[in-house]
C-alpha cells in the first residue's frame, strides 16, 4: 500500500493562487493513477483533477477547468495541483488519492489510498 502527505494548503484571498502537493511512498514502485478530491462542510467528497499513471491524460471537473491543472513527478513521486484564480466556493478540505496502475481516479470506488487533507481557504 503507498501512503500519501499533502501539503500546500492555506488561507488565501479570492482570486489567489495555491500549489497542493502529494507526497507518496511505500510501494511506489509502480506508478499509481493519481487524483485530487475536495470535501466542503456539508457536501459531499467530489473529484477535482486526475491524471493517469504516465502522466499523458489528465481530467479536471467542470467546476476548476481552467483554473486548476494537476501534474505529476514520477521521479519524486509527487503529485500536483496548481490551483489559480481561487474562489470563495472552493474552500474545503483537499484530499489526495492513488489508484491502481491502469485506469484514472475519478470516483471514490477507484480510490486504494487516501492521504490525510489539507485545508483550503478562500476568503472573498
Known amino acids: 500500500q503507498v501512503q500519501l502527505v499533502e501539503s500546500g494548503g492555506g488561507l488565501v484571498q479570492a482570486g489567489g493562487s495555491l500549489r497542493l502537493s502529494c507526497a507518496a511512498s511505500?510501494?511506489?514502485?509502480?506508478?499509481?493513477?493519481m487524483g485530487w478530491f475536495r470535501q466542503a462542510p456539508g457536501k459531499e467528497r467530489e473529484c477535482v483533477a486526475a491524471?493517469?499513471?504516465?502522466?499523458?491524460?489528465?481530467y479536471t471537473a467542470d467546476s476548476v477547468k481552467g483554473r486548476f491543472t494537476i501534474s505529476r513527478d514520477n521521479a519524486r513521486n509527487t503529485v500536483y495541483l496548481q490551483m489559480n484564480s481561487l474562489k470563495p466556493e472552493d474552500t474545503a478540505v483537499y484530499y489526495c488519492?492513488?489508484?491502481?496502475?491502469?485506469?484514472?481516479?475519478?470516483?471514490?470506488?477507484?480510490?486504494?489510498?487516501w492521504g490525510q487533507g489539507t485545508q483550503v481557504t478562500v476568503s472573498s
Open positions: 511505500g510501494r511506489t514502485r509502480s506508478s499509481y493513477a
Open positions: 488519492a492513488a489508484g491502481s496502475s491502469r485506469g484514472m481516479v475519478t470516483t471514490i470506488n477507484a480510490v486504494t489510498s
Open positions: 491524471i493517469s499513471s504516465s502522466g499523458d491524460t489528465s
